[in-house]
Structure formats: C-alpha cells, structure tokens
T-cell receptor, first 111, second 113 residues
C-alpha cells in the first residue's frame, strides 16, 4: 500500500480553521485519498474522501494538490469535539477497500 | 441515522478460552470488516468479508481467528484459543457500494487474563 506521511500532532484554537496536511508522493493513479478520525475512546469515523478534485461535505473540505502527491484536510471552524486523531489513508478503488491506518495526526483544540 | 452495533462492549476471558465478538452491520451494506487496536497503538486491519466469504485477511488473522455471517444481520469474529496478546479493542465496520465510507462500530474491549 502507498505510504502517507502526517505530522504527529497539531494544535488549533477553538473556532479557527485547521489545515491538516498529508504527503503521499507514491500515490498511484487509481488511489483514492481517504480521511478518517478517531475521537477518544471511539471507533474510527469517516470524514471525507476524494480522487482528484477538491471535495466538500458537512464535516470538512479536502484540498488535493494538482500532482496528487499531497492533500490537506480543512476543518473550517474547529470545535472541542474535533479533538481527535486524524488519519490520511490511500486505497485503490477495487477490491474490498480495506483500510490500513498509520499513526495519524493528533489534533488538540484549545478553548 | 443507521449505525453499526457491537456486543459485548467489554469481554474478559481467560487465556485459552474461546470468545465470540458480535456485530450488527448496517442493514443494506455488503462489505464487512474486523479491525483491532491494541492499547496505545494504531488500528490494524484483520479481515474483510463479502458475498459470504473472506475477501482479504492480514497476517494477524491466523488459524485461531474465524468470521461468520450466520444470518442476515449478524457478523461475528471468533477467536478459538485466546492469548494474552489478543487483548485489544476490536472494531467491526461495514460499507455499501460507495468507495471509502466505512462505518465503524463502537468496539468491543477484549481483555485476556
């Protein structure tokens, strides 16, 4: 599986935007970029995914670089509930689409 | 909103005993998964299941593990002879046909003593 690189931790002030980066320089043409998060003591939660174009949903936005070697998850206004570990995962569209989690970025939101 | 449920929330067992962890995936989903997370470590893929058979499994999923979908709603993970190192949080997940959106349950904490 193609590897992703994320910072171990980031901090944000409450109600400010957060940009969580992910590098995936070995991404293949058929790899989707997925983002999941894990709140404390909970199971992972789907956030967003994309292939080439930027994507928006009710939780976040995903900005994908033109060469697809990096992406950024954008939380427009961080809340205390957004404190979690965020995972950037690459998966091919075929097969069962199993997820292989890395260590992710631990986001701390400061009130 | 539909959700994946798992029972029990916490299971304590003695080494060498068999355990069955239960999951009820979202009703119209087609793909089912088990993952585990040892305390303080990353989430690890165990197995995926589609069309009543295993699609893929990891190296962790050895002969001591098995999965079953005994009826139209439950999805189970059985560990035949538990070891201390099987102590972990076990997460069930399911998805429909949409690529990417796996829905995870709240997990079962397995403690092997």
């Amino acid at each position: 599986d193609a590897k992703t690189t994320q910072p171990n931790s980031m901090e944000s002030n409450e109600e400010e935007p957060v940009h969580l980066p992910c590098n995936h320089s070995t991404i293949s043409g058929t790899d989707y970029i997925h983002w999941y998060r894990q709140l404390p003591s909970q199971g992972p939660e789907y956030v967003i995914h994309g292939l080439t174009s930027n994507v928006n949903n009710r939780m976040a936005s995903l900005a994908i670089a033109e060469d697809r070697k990096s992406s950024t998850l954008i939380l427009h206004r961080a809340t205390l509930r957004d404190a979690a570990v965020y995972y950037c995962i690459l998966r091919d569209s075929g097969g069962a689409n199993n997820l292989f989690f890395g260590t992710g970025t631990r986001l701390t939101v400061i009130p | 909103e539909p959700e994946v449920t798992q029972t029990p929330s916490h299971q304590v067992t003695q080494m060498g005993q068999e355990v069955i962890l239960r999951c009820v995936p979202i009703s119209n989903h087609l793909y089912f998964y088990w993952y585990r997370q040892i305390l303080g470590q990353k989430v690890e893929f165990l197995v995926s299941f589609y069309n009543n058979e295993i699609s893929e499994k990891s190296e962790i999923f050895d002969d001591q593990f098995s999965v079953e979908r005994p009826d139209g709603s439950n999805f189970t993970l059985k560990i035949r002879s538990t070891k201390l190192e099987d102590s972990a949080m076990y997460f069930c997940a399911s998805r429909g046909l949409v690529v990417g959106e796996q829905y995870f349950g709240p997990g079962t904490r397995l403690t092997v003593t």
